[in-house]
């Protein structure tokens, strides 16, 4: 029987700190070829990034009234922002009124404003933006990104899901399953309560578990051996020893207690606890505090949710509550990143999975739709551009006429910044290849790096 | 009328060709066909402009042109930007809107085909889907190896497999064998004692030791226990609502009646068709017995279950009851969904939009009742429930005080809680009935319930009209819910056997013949054996529609009984093993891994939970904490609450039961780890399992080898006993206690991928 796996675990079990740290130093903890395993690899190109924090608003931002400033023009009136925009920082980047503190960061905003995809339909968008297939269960990106690049902290999951709906969003798919997503609060569950479930317990002291794994493990390997190619099996082994090395380092990651109380202050944990129109309580500042520290502890890619920003009625209103609960929590992850120097490996994401269309401003609605074909996304970090507009809508905000990139684009422009070949990246299942960005290919928006 | 409409397009003048292709055709295409032709992603205003008849049959505003006159045409009216607005993101330049007033003048020559035009009202929906083409009963292929097979099932297998060029592995051993058919047909695993004696058994009568063995299991009141859960998914059961939208989370507490009805009923083998007419319409159905009465009631509790978004603000609260409900039957039924005909004529599949408002009929005819929906009217409004003649009355304890409580918003003081119209204790049951005045359903214009288009005469799917059938017309006078049963029940209904025999087959093998069980459609998988799947759909009707039977043909097939293991070679040629030549490796589901796990620890309870921890509480489950409990029955009898599964169940992929689960979901997550390192109830009956072996077995060896035998059913080997021993010694060093020391020994058996595989 085989130690190599159980030996491996030794070495990190009392290593965590010590591979964080190597992590944050940029060093690769090991270095191998796509092998099925979390272990961090060497990406094939020159990344700029190491990891993502993917800040998922979902339900259909309105970009008219938060990035994608349209004031009205020409003598008849036209659909456009209803709020009051102003230009920020040396960059003058336009920034709602209602974002006060993200547009403190106008300078490391790279915005996106020709974001246009296929469809109006929530959750076929929602899925696409995850895993760029909008009918069918696809690898998310998240697990993409960690079948590519392993995971540089092996006590950890790679992929990580904040208040997450559906499994198809996190799901790894037809990849192996050791990529799926980890949920942290689930379908509005509070997320001070949110946590990986069963992950303490205190009826046997550590070392007995451990004994107690080593023994199951040798009985698995015993029984995998008699049972050859059989993957699930494999994926079990593996899950098993994720999930021990999980209980020893995600417990004090998800405890809050030894931040300070400007800092919670600072990323509003505990507040906006009220649901204001379809704005829910989301509890958006803990969660981006927990990004930031699982960011630190080395996690490859973690997203969080907000929602929903589907304000057909009352969008003022709403839109105002959506922007309230999330802006101070952003910022000050940008705070914190740009302050311990991970700003620049770590690539933050904005967006939701479409737009909306405007509103006329005097023309006393306050109702709004979905709209695919023209919307914003914005990035910082990991050497974007900061304080640069790319591509545009027209003149309504409609749709996307310039710097058109859609989500296979999107897709494409991530994954290259962490030195994954794009199209390249693929796994080969069900008689052919298949790749993240589809049979059609992404392409990667060179313009947003610097 | 005379009108240029009816000229053929070779009758056009060549100058009209020619203006129409130059000059209409290129904009159209460009500007227009986005929104409005048969490749819309959603049709706009319900107008198509890709064909000459779609032009003139026009969208939900009417034709798009008048010949001859332009100013009272909609397309130039639009073009002008005059009232609508088209393109909407800019208007064409001037020249283009004088191209298309001058076409319209000339009264429009359009020399387009019409092979796209959409269907005439009231016809059949032709369509080329393999799921809507006749069930056929195919010719049994021949075989070479003439000996192998057992039944036409293993005939139909094995040509392919031959075709194919592999041959079919080894026959499972008979104590892999008695294991599968214990999982897949009760849900349990056999004891020793059973192995023992159904492996001498095999040994000296084979196959007739295997038929016994199949009937006694297919006897046992667990089987329905068993069998009934996967139908529970299908019915997206649950005890809840689930999240509305808002947070809220009313409960169903009357719910289980339901659950029992579908374990009673496939304990009895009540035939599919009469199960699934008891459910769409058990109110209509005739009986003197009220115990039957009481039964029919209960089974269209199948209709009122629905997740439904919260009733506040929601115009289209009715109509998304209804959606779920089209949903249940259209995809849990018939593996076909309707839902998208909701707000457009389907893109794949052939469903237009009158066919759901035609179904939609049904419904808004029906009266669905879920009950007092938590008492939060914003939720949902309370409802009438079934009241039951011949259950007993349950009161809530003595001592039993409702702690779950809502607040007035202003004042932060308690709501009273309305007094219900029944007296406390009253037998109740959720379900629907037909409402005083049937009426048909209106098109909801891209399924806004406020944008009313023309009203659909009840019925079902054009794409599966059953001729010559008689009992299909429904009368004024009734929802036509009966009407509705009797025709996914007929004979000839292509898509109703064969989905069933599907997810039959899947529960068997581990995945369907079609193995997307339910979707039918054109984005469904194709199936890989469809003359198999015919001949499977022709033997359930044949056999009276009786799932025991044809689960008894299938078990009883030698390609059913095929070993799990399998060389490279045909690994390699067959990864996902779509010929069937072995057996599929399965995991324990969530609740087979609960119900084997109490089943080794002898905690067990093997007679069936009664009701339901919240038959006597109608509140909101968010409001509620963790309102689980402890149980030792089997995991159907735990309480399904949406969005607040059962704790001992949650980590295994359970689905979240708002909408047909066909197949779960099976992948593999540390969280699946972390449960069985820490889950209480692992913990606890690993204790409870050690405390038995204390009491059973004098000497640490014994020990080993007894808890070998009760959890992987076998002795340990030499290594492996030293290996436990070193174990138990370990912890009894670590922890001074000797009941930790096995239990941990225990719980490791227990977390073995050997105990939680079906080979």
């Known amino acids: 029987m085989t130690h190599s796996r159980r030996s491996m675990l030794q070495t990190v079990s009392c290593g965590f700190g010590y591979l964080a740290l190597q992590a944050l130093c940029g060093q690769p903890v090991q270095a191998e070829s796509s092998d099925g395993s979390l272990s961090a690899r060497i990406p094939q190109l020159p990344a700029r990034a190491k990891r993502v924090i993917f800040l998922c608003m979902s339900g259909g931002p309105a970009h008219m009234d938060t990035f994608d400033y349209k004031p009205q023009t020409g003598d008849k009136p036209h659909p456009g922002s209803v709020f009051e925009f102003k230009q920020y920082g040396e960059s003058g980047l336009h920034i709602s009124e209602l974002l006060p503190e993200t547009a403190r960061h106008a300078d490391d905003l790279c915005v996106i404003n020709g974001m246009h995809a296929d469809t109006t339909i929530h959750a076929q968008s929602f899925l696409q933006l995850h895993t760029g297939d909008r009918l069918r269960e696809r690898p998310s990106l998240g697990s993409w990104i960690t079948y590519g690049l392993g995971t540089e902290n092996q006590n950890l999951p790679g992929f990580l899901s904040f208040n997450t709906s559906k499994s198809s969003v996190y799901s790894s798919s037809f990849l192996p399953s050791i990529y799926n997503g980890t949920p942290i609060g689930v379908n509005g569950e509070s997320m001070a309560q949110a946590t990986i479930s069963n992950v303490t317990s205190s009826h046997l002291p550590y070392s007995s578990k451990e004994k107690q794994l080593d023994f199951v ?144 401003p005097g023309d006393k609605k306050d109702e709004t739709g979905h709209n695919s074909r023209g919307f914003t996304f914005w990035m910082a970090g990991a050497g974007v551009k900061g304080g640069y507009v790319h591509g545009k809508t027209d003149e309504t905000g409609a749709r996307a006429v310039e710097g058109k990139v859609h989500f296979r684009d999107l897709h494409a422009t991530i994954l290259n910044a962490l030195g994954l070949p794009p199209n390249e990246l693929k796994y080969w299942h069900a008689g052919r290849d298949h790749r993240l960005t589809g049979p059609e290919g992404g392409k990667v928006v060179t313009e947003l790096f610097a | 009328m005379w009108s240029f409409s009816t000229l053929k397009a070779e009758e056009l003048s060549p100058e009209d060709v020619t203006f129409f292709e130059s000059k209409i055709r290129p904009v159209l295409v460009k500007h227009c066909y986005e929104c409005h032709s048969a490749d819309s992603e959603e049709l706009g205003g319900g107008l198509r402009l890709d064909t000459r008849d779609t032009v003139m049959s026009g969208g939900l505003s009417g034709p798009a042109l008048v010949h001859g006159k332009p100013d009272e045409s909609l397309i130039i009216q639009a073009l002008r930007y005059d009232g609508t607005e088209m393109p909407p993101e800019e208007p064409l330049p001037e020249a283009i809107i004088n191209d298309f007033v001058n076409w319209v003048s000339r009264n429009a020559p359009d020399p387009r085909k019409s092979q796209e035009a959409p269907i005439p009202k009231q016809e059949k929906t032709e369509s080329d889907l393999w799921s809507l083409q006749p069930i056929i009963d195919h010719k049994v292929p021949d075989v070479k190896l003439v000996d192998w097979p057992r039944n036409d099932i293993d005939r139909f297998i094995l040509s392919r497999i031959e075709a194919a060029g592999f041959s079919p592995v080894e026959d499972a051993s008979p104590r892999f064998l008695i294991r599968r058919l214990y999982y897949d047909l009760v849900g349990l695993p056999p004891k020793l004692e059973q192995i023992e004696e159904y492996v001498s058994d095999f040994e000296s009568r084979g196959q007739l030791a295997v038929s016994d063995l199949v009937d006694e299991l297919l006897a046992s009141p667990q089987f329905g226990v068993h069998w009934g859960r996967h139908w529970l998914d ?89 959606a779920d409900q089209i949903d249940v039957v259209g995809r849990g039924l018939m593996g076909i969904s309707v839902a998208c005909a909701r707000c457009h ?187 198999l799947l015919d001949h499977m759909a022709i033997r359930f009707q044949k056999n009276g529609w009786s799932v025991k039977q044809i689960i008894r043909e299938i078990v009883l097939s030698r390609t059913y009984q095929l070993s799990s293991s399998v060389d490279s070679q045909l690994l390699k040629g067959d990864e996902e093993n779509k010929l069937l030549a072995r057996h599929n490796r399965s995991r324990l589901t969530a609740e087979e891994l609960r119900d084997s796990i109490l089943a080794i620890s002898g905690q067990l309870d093997l007679t069936p939970g009664d009701g339901s921890i919240i038959r006597h509480r109608d509140i909101l489950v968010n ?137």
């Open chain 2, 623 to 759: 409001k509620a904490g963790n309102l689980h409990q402890p149980s030792r029955h089997r995991s159907v009898y735990l309480c399904y609450l949406r969005n607040s599964p059962p704790p001992e169940l949650a980590a295994f992929n359970l689905p979240e039961f708002t909408t047909v689960t066909g197949k779960r979901d099976d992948s593999i997550v540390p969280g699946q780890a972390l449960y069985l390192y820490n889950n209480l109830f692992v913990i606890e009956q690993a204790e409870q399992l050690a405390k038995v072996l204390q009491d059973s077995a004098k000497t640490s060896e014994d020990r080993v080898n007894l808890t070998f035998q009760k959890i992987l059913s076998r002795s340990p080997t030499a290594d492996e006993k030293k290996a436990s021993l070193e174990l138990i010694e370990f912890t009894q060093t670590e922890t001074q206690n000797e009941l930790k020391s096995w239990s941990s020994f225990c719980q490791s058996l227990m977390m073995t991928n050997e105990f939680r595989y079906i080979d």
């Open chain 1, 217 to 360: 493990q040798r009985m698995n390997h015993q029984h995998v051996l008699q049972r050859p190619g059989d993957q699930q099996l494999e994926s079990v082994i593996e899950s098993m020893e994720l999930g021990f090395r999980m209980q020893m380092s995600a417990p004090d990651l998800l405890d809050l207690s030894s931040e300070t109380k400007a800092t919670l202050e600072r990323y509003r944990v505990g507040q906006n606890s009220e649901q204001i129109g379809t704005c829910k309580p989301s509890d958006f500042g803990r969660q981006c505090l927990l990004a930031r520290r699982f960011a630190e502890a080395g996690v490859r890619f973690i997203e969080v949710n907000h929602g929903s920003w589907d304000q057909h009625k009352n969008h003022r209103r709403d839109l105002t509550a959506n922007c309230n609960a999330t802006d101070a929590p952003v910022a000050a992850l940008l705070d914190d990143l740009k302050l311990r120097g991970m700003l620049d490996e770590t690539l933050v994401v904005w967006g939701g999975e479409f737009g909306r269309p405007g509103i006329t």
């Open chain 2, 345 to 531: 004529d389907h893109k794949f599949d052939p469903i237009p939009t009158r066919d759901y408002y035609a179904m939609a009929g049904l419904f808004t005819s029906s009266e669905t009742m879920w009950g007092l929906a938590g008492n939060e009217k914003l939720t949902a409004p309370p409802t009438d429930l079934h009241v039951l003649q011949t259950a007993a009355k349950v009161l809530p304890p003595e001592d039993f005080v409702e702690t779950v409580i809502l607040l007035e918003s202003d004042t932060g003081k308690p709501k009273a809680i309305p007094k219900p119209k029944w007296e406390i204790g009253t037998p109740l049951a959720m379900g629907v009935r037909d409402k005083k005045e049937p009426a048909d359903c209106k098109i909801n214009i891209n399924g806004d319930s406020k944008k009313l288009g023309e009203s659909v005469p009840r019925g079902f799917l054009s794409a599966c009209q059953i001729d010559e059938a008689e009992n299909l017309s429904i009368e004024a006078e009734n929802s036509g819910r009966l009407q509705l049963a009797e025709w996914i029940t007929h004979e000839n209904h292509p898509l109703t056997s064969r989905v069933m025999v599907n997810r039959i087959w899947q529960h068997l093998f581990g995945e369907g013949i079609v193995r997307t069980p339910d979707d039918f459609g054109k984005y469904g998988e194709p199936p890989t054996h469809p003359q």
């Open chain 2, 234 to 322: 299908v019915a997206r059961y649950a005890e809840s609502n689930g999240n509305d939208g808002l947070s809220r989370n009313p409960t169903f507490p009357h719910a289980w009646r339901y659950r029992d009805y579908v374990i009673e009923s496939f304990n009895q083998d009540t035939p599919y068709n009469q199960f699934l007419k008891e459910q769409l319409a058990g109110d209509l159905l005739p009986t003197d017995s009220p115990e039957l009465r009481d039964r029919y009631l209960i089974a269209t509790g199948f209709l009122a279950l629905s997740a439904k978004p919260a009733k506040a603000m929601n115009n289209d609260f009715d109509m998304d009851v209804v």
